[in-house]
Nanobody
Framework: QVHLAESGGGLVQPGGSLRLSCEAS????????IGWFRQAPGKAREGVSC????????YYASSVKGRFTISRDNAKNMVYLQMDSLKPEETAVYYC???????????????????WGQGTQVAVSA
């Protein structure tokens, strides 16, 4: 049974940093693209970043480019999202998701992802 578990969320001041982790079980992580999405109250889910199966390519939403960094350790079945210079409007529940396939690129299309975690809350506030 596939299971994705996010961790690392919490309360941080504007300008601060958090590192989110996504632990995968029940699958061979190097056969999956991993994406990070977020959903704020009353808003649609939006893509944040994704990483190709082998980690060779990444993609970032324009709003986070230069501040967020996605990485993966397939040997540990882990994917990370380092978030720096956080803004209050980035308060949301953050989800990791897995798309099956050996893809050298990735896209932030929620309907393409097969498995989702339960999410971790990130709150950016003074």
């Amino acid at each position: 049974q596939v299971h994705l578990a996010e961790s690392g969320g919490g309360l941080v001041q504007p300008g601060g940093s958090l590192r989110l982790s996504c632990e995968a079980s029940g699958l061979t992580l190097d056969s999956y693209v991993i994406g990070w999405f977020r959903q704020a109250p009353g808003k649609a889910r939006e893509g944040v970043s994704c990483i190709s199966s082998n980690g060779g390519n990444t993609y970032y939403a324009s709003s986070v480019k230069g501040r967020f960094t996605i990485s993966r350790d397939n040997a540990k079945n882990m994917v990370y999202l380092q978030m720096d210079s956080l803004k209050p409007e980035e308060t949301a529940v953050y989800y990791c998701a897995a798309e099956g396939g050996l893809y050298s690129v990735c896209m932030l299309l929620p309907m393409e992802y097969d498995y989702w975690g339960q999410g971790t809350q990130v709150a950016v506030s003074a």
